[in-house]
């Protein structure tokens, strides 16, 4: 089989346990139809399903239909988004952090806790991991002065992160002089183990980017942030980071 076919099965296999994990009433010939391939090539997808040990389940008689188990998988852990991307996230660090000669396999495992969720909460997940950015180890001059930031400012910067919030911060930067800001806090950045927000400061009216545990002070404000052009964000920063 040859790479460009070897994707296209990849591709539908992806596709067709995202729809068995929908809650609609799927019959092999309905799943043939959407996937546009022979029932024979559909009935062989499930079995081959089965051996790599999906839970496939068929109804049996006329109008019987084909779902899995929906007590199977990372679904059944209940995860919210964050929680997702916070697993996805600690896989990227280790992936991050390891030499290519020790891979533990960490980017087809983080493929498939995406490809857990129902497809409505894997768009979101999916849109959440393009904004959290992983660089290089953080320099030592960096490290000087780094400490870690309280655990109240790091729920506060994460709820604003993932709930698409305004926040408004007491920031004390290099050189020890104290703002008061409201951001728009668009990225997640971290060169390890020092995290960042990059986002839209109103005081400067640009992209700023604040080091977590500079912030004094912290505040989720009832305002959705305002959501501008990704390569605003990213054009001074790509070279240093890469999504997870």
């Known amino acids: ?4 076919d070897l994707k296209t099965k ?3 296999t992806i596709r067709l346990l995202g729809l068995l994990r929908t809650e609609e009433h799927w019959t092999t010939h309905h799943l043939a139809s959407e996937l546009n391939i022979s029932h024979r090539t559909m009935m062989r997808d499930l079995e081959e399903l089965r051996d790599a040990g999906y839970p496939v389940e068929a109804d049996r008689g006329r109008g019987g239909g084909v779902r899995l188990n929906g007590r199977w998988g990372i679904e059944r852990l209940n995860l919210n988004n ?11 660090i280790t992936e991050a952090l390891t030499s290519k000669c020790n891979d533990f396999g960490t980017k087809p495992l983080k493929q498939k806790i995406s490809s857990a969720f129902k497809e409505s909460q894997r768009k979101t997940i999916n849109d959440l991991r393009k904004r959290v950015l992983i660089g290089q180890l953080a ?4 490290l000087k002065s780094y400490k870690c930031a309280p655990k109240f400012i790091w729920d506060m910067a994460m709820n604003g992160f993932f709930e698409s919030k305004r926040v408004k911060i ?7 002089n104290l703002s ?13 183990p020092v995290w960042y927000l990059l986002g839209w400061d109103y005081l400067r009216n640009n992209v700023r980017v604040f080091r977590l545990d500079r912030i004094q002070k912290i505040q989720v404000e009832d305002k959705t942030i305002v959501r501008r052009s990704n390569t605003l964000f990213l054009n001074a920063y790509e ?3 890469k999504t997870i």
């Open 1 to 4: 089989m040859g790479k460009s």
């Open 10 to 12: 990849n591709d539908r």
């Open 82 to 92: 964050q929680e997702a991307i916070s697993l996805i996230l600690s896989l990227s």
């Open 139 to 142: 320099s030592n001059e960096v």
């Open 170 to 176: 007491d920031y004390l930067d290099e050189k020890n």
């Open 180 to 192: 008061q800001r409201d951001v728009d806090p668009n990225y997640l950045l971290l060169n390890w």
């Open 239 to 241: 070279q240093y980071f």
